[in-house]
Nanobody
Framework: QLQLVESGGGLVQPGGSLRLTCAASGFSLGYYAIGWFRQVPGKEREGVSCISLGGGSTNYADSVKGRFTISRDNAKSTVYLQMNSLKPEDTAVYYC????????????????WGQGTQVTVSS
């Protein structure tokens, strides 16, 4: 069964950093474009960043450009989201999922969701 597992969330102060990890169980991430998404209660799940199969193409939401960096290590079947200069509005549950391509960074087009990891930015 294809499954993604997120880790690395936690509580961090404004201005701090976290690195999220997305790992695969049952298949290799190296065959898929992968996206990071986030959701807060009462709001739709939004695309944060997506990366192409080879890692050469990336896509970011305007709200995180310049602060977040997506990367991947296909040898380890892992995708990362480095989050710097975190703001309280970044607080959400973060999910990774398979996407058709890095430019299609929408939750409605994603599949094989992980269980999510909570990120809380608060002083």
């Amino acid at each position: 069964q294809l499954q993604l597992v997120e880790s690395g969330g936690g509580l961090v102060q404004p201005g701090g950093s976290l690195r999220l990890t997305c790992a695969a169980s049952g298949f290799s991430l190296g065959y898929y474009a992968i996206g990071w998404f986030r959701q807060v209660p009462g709001k739709e799940r939004e695309g944060v960043s997506c990366i192409s199969l080879g890692g050469g193409s990336t896509n970011y939401a305007d709200s995180v450009k310049g602060r977040f960096t997506i990367s991947r290590d296909n040898a380890k079947s892992t995708v990362y989201l480095q989050m710097n200069s975190l703001k309280p509005e970044d607080t959400a549950v973060y999910y990774c999922a398979v996407v058709g391509r890095s430019t299609l960074c929408k939750a409605s087009a994603a599949s094989y969701w992980g269980q999510g990891t909570q990120v809380t930015v608060s002083s």
